[in-house]
T-cell receptor, first 116, second 116 residues
């Protein structure tokens, strides 16, 4: 299972762009890269998912280089409400029997603090 | 479309007791996973259920057990509670995505267990 490494914490200011990088040197062929956001005492919330190159949705962008050994979550123009823990998750997330016996490793995540 | 709901939201038990936590999966999702999240840590995978059978397990002892019902809802049972079992227990559901590793886990808000 691919282990991920992310910074423990990051600080930013409202309106800035924030980039959080995750290293996953042992990523496997079937693995996808997924980022989650978690507020205190709540379950993680899906942000974005990708396999290679660049993915963009209404809240974030995900950049994945050709070797897929790292990925960068980009949050444009952060606000105070973006203060949360961000997790990089790498794995084969097939449901049902296709993903049997996988063990998803969240790690400790990155605590992003957005200041006024 | 309803999300993942968990009950109870909070509960207090004493060492040696048993606890049952419940989870209703999101509509259309047939795979359920359970996670334990200690304070300041990322979620740790306990096990996954698909078609009413456990088909993946993390590093948790046998006193952690579960069930999945025909309507895809699930229970997590923990016997002989220990102080270290105090944590937020998260349930996540996902659809079967066939051969693709792309999938999204939808988490509930969790059940906060305190063991005294």
């Amino acid at each position: 299972l691919a282990k991920t490494t992310q910074p423990i914490s990051m600080d930013s200011y409202e309106g800035q762009e924030v980039n959080i990088t995750c290293s996953h040197n042992n990523i496997a062929t079937n693995d996808y890269i997924t980022w989650y956001q978690q507020f205190p005492s709540q379950g993680p919330r899906f942000i974005i998912q990708g396999y290679k190159t660049k993915v963009t949705n209404e809240v974030a962008s995900l950049f994945i280089p050709a070797d897929r050994k790292s990925s960068t979550l980009s949050l444009p123009r952060v606000s105070l409400s973006d203060t949360a823990v961000y997790y990089c998750l790498v794995g084969d997330l097939r449901g049902g029997s296709g993903g049997s016996n996988y063990k998803l490793t969240f790690g400790k995540g990155t605590l992003l603090t957005v200041n006024p | 479309e309803t999300g993942v709901t968990q009950s109870p939201t909070h509960l207090i038990k004493t060492r040696g007791q048993q606890v049952t936590l419940r989870c209703s999966s999101q509509s259309g999702h047939n795979t359920v996973s359970w996670y334990q999240q200690a304070l300041g840590q990322g979620p740790q995978f306990i096990f996954q259920y698909y078609r009413e059978e456990e088909n993946g397990r993390g590093n948790f002892p046998p006193r952690f057990s579960g069930l999945q019902f025909p309507n895809y809802s699930s229970e997590l049972n923990v016997n002989a509670l220990e102080l270290d079992d105090s944590a937020l227990y998260l349930c996540a559901s996902s659809p079967t995505s066939g051969s693709s590793g792309a999938n999204v886990l939808t988490f509930g808000a969790g059940s906060r267990l305190t063991v005294l």
